[in-house]
């Protein structure tokens, strides 16, 4: 069965930093570019970052530039999302999800939601003092 799952969600101050992983089972991960998004309650699903498939091209939407880190052990079948000096408005469940398309610039822009055939279930992220 093919399948990602995050971890490493949590209730963190202002402040704070989180590592969430993205583990894929059933799978090669280093066949899939693989992005991360986030959704609030009672807003869309945003986008907020996307890692190529060998890790060589990572962008980040502006709203997370400068803070969010992304990297990837494809031997470890795992995506990373390092999330640094966390503010309230990050608060979310946050989602990875993978594709294979065989573009090398699929990550140029930060891709919409429905260009990705694979999604885990999420992990909570809270940031509250």
């Known amino acids: 069965q093919l399948q990602l799952v995050e971890s490493g969600g949590g209730l963190v101050q202002p402040g704070g930093s989180l590592r969430l992983s993205c583990v894929a089972s059933g799978l090669t991960l280093d066949h899939y570019h693989v992005g991360w998004f986030r959704q609030a309650p009672g807003k869309g699903r945003e986008g907020v970052s996307c890692?190529?498939?060998?890790?060589?091209?990572?962008k980040y939407a502006d709203s997370v530039k400068g803070r969010f880190t992304l990297s990837r052990d494809n031997a470890k079948n795992t995506v990373y999302l390092q999330i640094n000096s966390l503010k309230p408005e990050d608060s979310a469940v946050y989602y990875c999800?993978?594709?294979?398309?065989?573009?090398?610039?699929?990550?140029?822009?930060?891709?919409?939601?429905?260009?990705?055939?694979?999604w885990g279930q999420g992990t909570q992220v809270t940031v509250s003092s």
């Open positions: 890692i190529s498939k060998l890790g060589k091209t990572t």
């Open positions: 999800a993978g594709d294979r398309n065989p573009s090398p610039d699929f990550c140029a822009k930060i891709p919409l939601t429905r260009r990705y055939e694979l």
